[in-house]
């Protein structure tokens, strides 16, 4: 059941199924697609951007639906489900039941994503992901915001079913010989992020209808000639999205403590710090949403409160850094391809935290604000970060996907390819904003600093692109052709690999 | 499991790093925070996709600032369409301009010299190209001030419509993407006549020569400048070769039109 591709079976049995690792599969292999289409609309961007003037991209508004839909889809469309598909491979086996909860509902939010991708795709729309109204109300045109609105509105109603799936699953289904303090840290993470899209989707649910009927022009919320506020659709907005930060990063961060005891062969340093790190991330995440409004004209209070709220969240980050440190420390460390990218994916994390700090520092966050700073800093910690994770996890999980063994060394390319070109990029990007570049620009003014840190940007993500073909084809082949695995012990780690019938939590 | 102490020592060395980052933060913002008193007002006004100023005087300026040297100014700053960002990176002003709102902010340049404006919150199809500049000007004294500021008001006092052999009127909604721009849109002219552009509109428009904003020779051969809503301005067309001219609004790069010089 749990080898996919090993023992072939017709096409419409995968996609039907209400299987857990099918759905994850069927996840996984939606996500990599749209990351891989993500990825094509940056290469497009830097593209653009290479050189000032026109390039590629024959008009501003075509630009501005290429950086919409690129944000939107790597957001939603790559992060959210792919960690829903890992989720939904593991957290079965790993708190031992036999599938989710709800094993129809699984299926039912995993069949609205390609509706709502469809709409985000062909409405193209030139909101920006943020869609700030007044803009997104008298100015955006349709019927391409509609249906960014309501594509939206479609994949935060899967997310909301399938976080209930997986609330439900981890604490009513749990093995009784299974203590929730003996299971695995990447269950917490999902518990966590699914508590958290609970709380935090609803708002951004709320504004959405709110931003729709400002569009028909029949209610005025976020629309100041009828006397709303368009900052109020700020803080709905933000409320969401601040937490959404730790939704995208918090099962990377499960993913790092399945991985990082493994190739250490130790076992993880603390688990209750790791647990309690989860629960402070996960309710101090909703104290500093204004942090990305500190520009909107808010008096030095509400600033300060937000700065505060901002920087209580960095040490329980700094708990997890600590704790994939001590693990390491010490440990006979096996540096396959996942653990590479685990540890790259740390250095990158430590980098972007302290650059988050900068951010929120009051008086320097209006050097950064809304500058290639900006980008960088949030690429950092989603390309970085994240992905670096999500594609580490992704070699880690192959061989029970699959049965069979991916292509190191093509595997290792890939990681440093992926790790060089991320560096280029978005540390030159951090630079890009302190020289002053705004972000979201067409076009830009021919200044030589400018100009040639958007060539070393544009080469770095090139790279990056490059390197991620490789994967794709990698994957594909060993799919297909790879030795097959020794499933007790894929990686030669001397640790069991996941047996659904029968695993024990390392501790 | 690890060793409790190690860890406690970690946090606690992590959080006194960010106690010290946030108070060291707070107490240069509060300082920010204070407008002094003798601040001079100037009313900042973003729209799609261009910057209005007004000084405490009444002057008015577009997409040009001038202020004085080690002056502290007081920025009102606001939109009338979408939300907007002021910005000038060299001397770190940042704000948005948020329509129905006036926020506040105030600096003082220590530099003479010309620096860029430009727009740093999303806003539509010319985001990238809202650009304004600032000038940094010797500081005046008090009643010299008064004298140069006198001839900047004059001519607004003259009200004589200018008249020309032919007349380019820019429609009413021109402002609005997809609507009629121009007309005409081809306009055709011998060499030597005078062509009246005519603002119908009540947003600022302009006839720039050139392809659009990226076109390095914009407004080489023949540029009006911005023309408010409601006023116009003339083309002499002298010292124009004869040929076909494409031209656009700076303003409003989407509309567009072309020029023919016989």
Same mark, same amino acid.
């Given at each position: 059941?749990?080898?996919?591709?090993?023992?072939?079976?017709?096409?419409?049995?995968?996609?039907?199924?209400?299987?857990?690792?099918?759905?994850?599969?069927?996840?996984?292999?939606?996500?990599?697609?749209?990351?891989? @289409?993500?990825?094509?609309?940056?290469?497009?961007?830097?593209?653009?951007?290479?050189?000032?003037?026109?390039?590629?991209?024959?008009?501003?508004?075509?630009?501005?639906?290429?950086?919409?839909?690129?944000?939107?889809?790597?957001?939603?469309?790559?992060?959210?489900?792919?960690?829903?598909?890992?989720?939904?491979?593991?957290?079965?086996?790993?708190?031992?039941?036999?599938?989710?909860?709800?094993?129809?509902?699984?299926?039912?939010?995993?069949?609205?994503?390609?509706?709502?991708?469809?709409?985000?795709?062909l409405?193209?729309?030139?909101?920006?992901?943020?869609?700030?109204?007044?803009?997104?109300?008298?100015?955006?045109?349709?019927?391409?915001?509609?249906?960014?609105?309501?594509?939206?509105?479609?994949?935060?109603?899967?997310?909301?079913?399938?976080?209930?799936?997986?609330?439900? #699953?981890?604490?009513?289904?749990?093995?009784?010989?299974?203590?929730?303090?003996?299971?695995?840290?990447?269950?917490?993470?999902?518990?966590?992020?699914?508590?958290?899209?609970?709380?935090?989707?609803?708002?951004?649910?709320?504004?959405?209808?709110?931003?729709?009927?400002?569009?028909?022009?029949?209610?005025?919320?976020?629309?100041?000639?009828?006397?709303?506020?368009?900052?109020?659709?700020q803080?709905?907005?933000?409320?969401?999205?601040?937490?959404?930060?730790?939704?995208?990063?918090?099962?990377?961060?499960?993913?790092l403590?399945? @991985?990082?005891?493994?190739?250490?062969?130790?076992?993880?340093?603390?688990?209750?710090?790791?647990?309690?790190?989860?629960?402070?991330?996960?309710?101090?995440?909703?104290?500093?949403?204004?942090?990305?409004?500190?520009?909107?004209?808010?008096?030095?209070?509400?600033?300060?409160?937000?700065?505060?709220?901002?920087?209580?969240?960095?040490?329980?980050?700094?708990?997890?850094?600590?704790?994939?440190?001590?693990?390491?420390?010490?440990?006979?460390?096996?540096?396959?391809?996942?653990?590479?990218?685990?540890?790259?994916?740390?250095?990158?994390?430590?980098?972007?935290?302290?650059?988050?700090?900068?951010?929120?520092?009051?008086?320097?966050?209006?050097?950064?604000?809304?500058?290639?700073?900006?980008?960088?800093?949030?690429?950092?910690?989603?390309?970085?970060?994240?992905?670096? #994770?999500?594609?580490?996890?992704?070699?880690?999980?192959?061989?029970?996907i699959?049965?069979? @063994?991916?292509?190191?060394?093509?595997?290792?390319?890939?990681?440093?390819?992926?790790?060089?070109?991320?560096?280029?990029?978005?540390?030159?990007?951090?630079?890009?904003?302190?020289?002053?570049?705004?972000?979201?620009?067409?076009?830009?003014?021919p200044?030589?600093?400018?100009?040639?840190?958007?060539?070393?940007?544009?080469?770095?993500?090139?790279?990056?692109?490059?390197?991620?073909?490789?994967?794709?084809?990698?994957?594909?082949?060993?799919s297909?052709?790879?030795?097959?695995?020794?499933?007790?012990?894929?990686?030669?780690?001397?640790?069991?690999?996941?047996?659904y019938?029968?695993?024990?939590?390392?501790? | @499991?690890?060793?409790?102490?190690?860890?406690?020592?970690?946090?606690?060395?992590?959080?006194?790093l960010?106690i010290?980052?946030?108070?060291?933060?707070?107490?240069?913002?509060?300082?920010?925070?204070?407008?002094?008193?003798?601040?001079?007002?100037?009313?900042?006004?973003?729209?799609?996709?261009?910057?209005?100023?007004?000084?405490?005087?009444?002057?008015?300026?577009?997409?040009?600032?001038?202020v004085?040297?080690?002056?502290?100014?007081?920025?009102?700053?606001?939109s009338?369409?979408?939300?907007?960002?002021?910005?000038?990176?060299?001397?770190?002003?940042?704000?948005?301009?948020?329509p129905?709102?006036?926020?506040?902010?105030?600096?003082?340049?220590?530099?003479?010299?010309?620096?860029?404006?430009?727009?740093?919150?999303?806003?539509?199809?010319?985001?990238?190209?809202?650009?304004?500049?600032?000038?940094?000007?010797?500081?005046?004294? #008090?009643?010299?001030?008064? #004298?140069?500021?006198?001839?900047?008001?004059?001519?607004?006092?003259?009200?004589?419509?200018?008249?020309?052999?032919?007349?380019?009127?820019?429609?009413?909604?021109?402002?609005?993407?997809?609507?009629?721009?121009?007309?005409?849109?081809?306009?055709?002219?011998?060499?030597?006549?005078?062509?009246?552009?005519?603002?119908?509109?009540?947003?600022?428009?302009?006839?720039?020569?050139?392809?659009?904003?990226?076109?390095?020779?914009?407004?080489?051969?023949?540029?009006?400048?911005?023309?408010n809503?409601?006023?116009?301005?003339?083309?002499?067309t002298?010292?124009?070769?004869?040929?076909?001219?494409?031209?656009?609004?700076?303003?409003?790069p989407?509309?567009?039109?072309?020029?023919?010089?016989?």
């Amino acid at each position: 059941m749990v080898l996919e591709v090993k023992k072939p079976r017709p096409l419409w049995e995968i996609i039907f199924s209400t299987h857990h690792t099918d759905i994850g599969l069927l996840y996984i292999i939606f996500s990599v697609t749209f990351l891989m @289409m993500g990825g094509a609309l940056a290469l497009a961007i830097r593209a653009e951007l290479f050189l000032p003037g026109q390039q590629i991209i024959p008009d501003p508004a075509t630009f501005h639906r290429f950086f919409t839909v690129h944000g939107t889809t790597m957001l939603f469309l790559w992060a959210i489900p792919f960690a829903a598909g890992i989720g939904n491979y593991l957290i079965p086996i790993l708190v031992r039941y036999k599938d989710m909860a709800w094993p129809k509902l699984n299926a039912v939010a995993f069949w609205m994503l390609p509706v709502g991708a469809g709409m985000v795709w062909l409405g193209f729309a030139d909101l920006g992901w943020t869609a700030y109204p007044p803009y997104s109300i008298i100015r955006a045109p349709g019927p391409a915001a509609e249906l960014w609105i309501f594509g939206l509105k479609i994949l935060g109603l899967s997310s909301i079913l399938g976080s209930i799936n997986f609330v439900v #699953t981890i604490l009513r289904c749990k093995h009784p010989d299974l203590p929730i303090m003996k299971m695995s840290l990447f269950a917490w993470s999902i518990l966590a992020i699914s508590f958290m899209q609970l709380v935090a989707i609803p708002t951004f649910a709320a504004a959405l209808i709110m931003t729709y009927t400002d569009r028909l022009g029949i209610s005025g919320f976020f629309n100041p000639a009828l006397g709303g506020d368009p900052i109020a659709y700020q803080h709905l907005f933000w409320f969401t999205f601040h937490p959404e930060v730790y939704i995208f990063l918090l099962p990377g961060v499960g993913m790092l403590y399945e @991985m990082i005891p493994k190739f250490s062969r130790k076992p993880i340093y603390s688990y209750q710090s790791g647990v309690i790190a989860f629960m402070l991330l996960s309710t101090i995440g909703f104290a500093s949403w204004a942090h990305h409004m500190l520009a909107v004209g808010m008096s030095f209070t509400e600033k300060t409160v937000f700065m505060v709220g901002t920087l209580a969240a960095v040490p329980a980050s700094a708990m997890h850094v600590f704790n994939w440190i001590a693990t390491m420390w010490g440990g006979r460390i096996k540096f396959a391809a996942p653990m590479l990218f685990g540890i790259g994916a740390i250095l990158l994390f430590f980098a972007s935290g302290a650059g988050g700090v900068v951010n929120t520092a009051l008086p320097l966050d209006f050097i950064t604000h809304d500058s290639y700073w900006v980008v960088g800093h949030f690429h950092l910690i989603l390309m970085g970060t994240v992905s670096l #994770t999500f594609t580490g996890f992704l070699y880690y999980m192959f061989p029970l996907i699959t049965g069979r @063994m991916y292509n190191e060394k093509l595997a290792k390319i890939h990681f440093v390819a992926a790790f060089t070109g991320i560096i280029v990029v978005f540390m030159t990007q951090h630079l890009l904003g302190l020289y002053g570049m705004p972000r979201r620009y067409f076009d830009y003014v021919p200044l030589e600093e400018w100009i040639m840190m958007n060539q070393i940007a544009s080469t770095g993500a090139w790279v990056v692109g490059a390197s991620y073909l490789l994967m794709i084809y990698n994957l594909l082949r060993s799919s297909a052709k790879g030795v097959f695995a020794n499933m007790r012990d894929p990686f030669n780690i001397g640790e069991i690999y996941y047996d659904y019938r029968r695993r024990e939590p390392i501790h | @499991m690890g060793h409790a102490t190690i860890e406690w020592v970690y946090v606690g060395a992590v959080s006194a790093l960010l106690i010290w980052v946030g108070a060291a933060a707070w107490d240069v913002e509060r300082v920010l925070e204070h407008v002094p008193a003798d601040a001079q007002t100037i009313k900042v006004i973003g729209q799609q996709w261009f910057w209005s100023f007004e000084h405490s005087d009444g002057t008015k300026e577009i997409n040009e600032l001038h202020v004085q040297k080690d002056t502290p100014y007081r920025f009102e700053i606001t939109s009338l369409d979408v939300n907007h960002n002021f910005n000038v990176p060299d001397f770190t002003i940042l704000m948005d301009a948020v329509p129905g709102r006036i926020n506040t902010l105030w600096s003082q340049f220590d530099q003479e010299g010309v620096y860029l404006i430009q727009c740093r919150e999303y806003c539509g199809y010319s985001h990238y190209n809202m650009k304004a500049q600032l000038f940094v000007e010797p500081k005046l004294e #008090t009643a010299a001030a008064e #004298t140069a500021a006198a001839p900047a008001v004059a001519p607004a006092a003259e009200e004589q419509k200018p008249t020309g052999d032919v007349t380019l009127t820019i429609l009413e909604g021109a402002a609005t993407q997809g609507n009629p721009d121009y007309d005409p849109k081809e306009l055709s002219v011998k060499q030597g006549q005078t062509i009246l552009v005519d603002n119908v509109d009540a947003m600022p428009h302009t006839v720039t020569s050139g392809e659009g904003p990226s076109d390095t020779n914009s407004g080489k051969i023949f540029d009006t400048s911005i023309i408010n809503g409601g006023e116009s301005a003339i083309i002499d067309t002298a010292d124009i070769e004869p040929g076909t001219y494409n031209y656009y609004c700076s303003v409003h790069p989407y509309m567009t039109g072309t020029l023919k010089v016989e």
